[in-house]
């Protein structure tokens, strides 16, 4: 009896239960590598992943990281610095978005990996292509849900503002701006793992440094181990940054979380 | 000659109307053709009379108020305030909207002062002083620093009050504000409003579809028709102030409210 209840409080602890589900299928993972022998090219065990890691020194290794990550923050900003006034041009203007959402939409349907070897060749091999790419992957998700937020406002709200007479901007920073909060927020956690994603296309396709020059790199003299190990160093930079979105919306705007949330 | 002698006589007994309407109506024009809101709407409203609108829902009771808002526009006819046509939103004018609309992220006091802060872009500490002294008026000491979400649907219409009233406006809108909250809340609203009016009289047009609140709250309840709206009674409720509880179940209610409901019979979207 109370052993089951103490089983209980375990499994009724937060991180408990996906923990020691990652960990099982770690667990697993490593077994089936090793009974059946699997060969590392086909798929490393964690214990070779581990290894991959002591394969360069960390100085290398913060390098990597570095490179990528620079390029995907400054991407991720610049593509805010972009989207936001878009988004606002968008909402106040009928004609502008008529004239521009089909050319949003267009840019956003071109596959961003084609784009790459072409942005590279245009603007050399610079840092300049690369966060370009990273821009064009992170922005539509960030004008859209910030022109939904925009305009999910209430109306009397809006009519609150007219009947005030209050200059038109401030019916932007004051009410449409906040109300979109949540929306904005939600972009902005889909579009950090996107810009980790952007830096990496770019870097597939032109580099010296950082984790995606490293994953190709690796690959092609078959170093499975030391590419998988990339691997898990960019879902830990990606799953930071999206924290770290997380965060910033639960200290700066706690209101425009769910209430469960707070 | 006679009327501008009676004018010197009697001066301030004259003065005009706090609202007047003149043959106003309202043609929308919609995907499917024109739609007629309000056709021909004449009727005035004199100074701190307090007025229910009553009527069926889509009897364009909205955009009456909308047009006393200066919101829109009337396509015949017009609007009156104190004598000067609206043609823009004005100063005096405050509106108190059905859903309390509140900013979530902006404390119960930041949502009283925001008309300031939205219309002149700073809040003075009067404008605070002020905001705190209308939430104690309204039953909300003790809230200022509260967000929207953790109050109440009847303590967030309170605060949607507060707001409308902190610009100190002569003529106070009503569009059914108390129709989301439930039937309790709802009545003891309505008495707090009125002792918030008798305190310090306005004009008040407030717009109901509930009889008992129309004649329960109102020196007056204009009647209006389906689509197009029209004013089709206008019935002076004579029943003395200060109202109460008691008031609710009274003889003279019952027969006003009877009256009422035999006018919008026909119209089985009205509720009392």
């Known amino acids: ?262 | 000659m006679n009327a501008k002698m009676k004018i010197a006589a009697v001066g301030p007994a004259i003065a005009p109307p706090a609202l007047s309407f003149k043959g106003l109506g309202q043609i929308y024009q919609t995907g499917s053709g024109p739609l007629e809101a309000l056709r021909g709407v004449d009727f005035s409203v004199d100074r701190h009379q307090f007025v229910a609108v009553l009527g069926p829902s889509g009897c364009g009771k909205s955009t009456l108020l909308r047009l006393i808002a200066g919101l829109l526009k009337p396509t015949s006819g017009g609007v009156e305030a104190f004598g000067h046509p609206i043609t823009e939103p004005r100063d005096d004018i405050g509106i108190v909207f059905q859903k309390p609309t509140l900013l979530p992220w902006a404390s119960v006091e930041d949502n009283v002062v925001f008309p300031v802060k939205h219309k002149i872009g700073r809040v003075s500490r009067e404008d605070r002083e002020r905001a705190r002294e209308l939430l104690a008026k309204v039953g909300l000491a003790g809230f200022e620093k509260r967000l929207p979400a953790e109050l109440s649907g009847g303590m967030q219409q309170r605060v949607g009050i507060a707001r409308a009233l902190h610009m100190n406006p002569d003529i106070l809108l009503m569009d059914e504000p108390f129709s989301a909250l439930d039937a309790l809340t709802r009545e003891e609203m309505g008495f707090e409003l009125l002792r918030i009016w008798e305190a310090q009289p306005k004009t008040v047009l407030f717009i109901t579809h509930s009889i008992s609140e129309a004649v329960l709250l109102a020196d007056r309840v204009l009647v209006m028709s389906g689509r197009p709206g029209r004013v089709i009674e206008d019935i002076r409720i004579e029943i003395p102030r200060p109202r109460s509880m008691e008031t609710s179940s009274s003889v003279e209610m019952q027969d006003y409210a009877g009256h009422l409901r035999k006018l919008l019979l026909k119209r089985p979207e009205t509720q009392s």
């Open chain 1, 1 to 262: 009896m109370r052993q089951s209840r103490s089983f209980r409080s375990l499994v009724d602890m937060p991180f408990f239960l996906p923990a020691a589900t990652f960990a099982l299928v770690v667990i697993l993972w490593q077994l089936v590598a090793d009974v059946f022998a699997i060969p590392s090219f086909i798929l490393p065990s964690p214990t070779r992943i581990l290894g991959g890691f002591g394969q360069i020194d960390l100085a290398r290794w913060l390098e990597h990281v570095w490179a990528t990550l620079r390029i995907a923050l400054i991407g991720y900003l610049l593509s805010i610095a972009i989207s936001l006034p878009i988004a606002i041009m968008l909402v106040r203007s009928k004609l502008l978005s008529r004239a521009f959402y089909p050319i949003l939409v267009v840019i956003q349907s071109v596959p961003v990996v084609a784009v790459a070897p072409i942005m590279i060749v245009v603007l050399g091999s610079e840092d300049a292509p690369r966060i370009v790419i990273t821009c064009l992957i992170t922005f539509f998700p960030l004008v859209v849900s910030t022109a939904t937020g925009l305009m999910a406002t209430p109306e009397e709200l809006i009519e609150l503002s007219k009947s005030l007479r209050a200059p038109a901007w401030r019916e932007v920073t004051q009410i449409r701006l906040p109300y979109a909060v949540p929306y904005i927020f939600s972009a902005l956690k889909i579009s950090i793992t996107l810009a980790v994603i952007g830096a990496v296309v770019a870097e597939f396709v032109a580099a010296e440094k950082g984790i995606g020059y490293f994953i190709q790199f690796s690959t092609s003299f078959f170093k499975l181990p030391e590419a998988w190990a990339g691997l898990v160093i960019l879902v830990i930079m990606s799953l930071v940054l999206f924290q770290a979105v997380a965060v910033v919306q639960r200290v700066l705007f706690p209101w425009s979380l769910p209430n469960e949330g707070r």
